[in-house]
């Protein structure tokens, strides 16, 4: 009787585990069209070049000014949809050949932590964070990631301010 007993309890914190990591953030945002601003900061240079033949010097300056292209935001228009909250990637741009999965650590209307791991050509792990506000009409959030290709790793920050257009998303995606 006890042995099965622990093997319930087993078979049930297995299950339940699998839908907290399967459920869609509880963030309080609202569906629809969206414009988004993200920043980003890198240490290092982009995985995949090659730097045995320079010298420290010109990696540093090849970094600075990558960082210098790279602290211009980016501001894209995003439809928020009940998918994209459920998909492994949200709030992340997930490339061909890449799949992501994430460990939700908060998950309340205010707040949304993951831990996220990508796989294919290049490899990314890292911790999302974002904060709803203005009643679910903007959210800001952080992200930081390792990045990993052909060997090399860099390491990535994200800062992201989001703020909500309408419910209409017309022919955005």
Known sequence: MLVTRSATSAALLVVLSAVLVAQAPALD??????????????????????????TPAQIAQMSAGMNAAMGKPIIQKTCMTKENLASDAFMLSEQPGMKCTRVIKTNTRASYVADVTCTGAQQM????????????????GTGKMATTMNGQTTNMSMAMTGKYLGAACGDVK
């Open 29 to 54: 945002v609202r569906l629809g069209l969206w414009e988004n601003t993200i920043a980003m900061t890198m240490e290092g240079l982009p995985p995949g070049i090659d730097t045995s033949k320079m």
């Open 125 to 140: 792990k890292g911790t999302v964070s974002i904060e709803s506000t203005g009643g679910g009409t903007a959210f800001k």
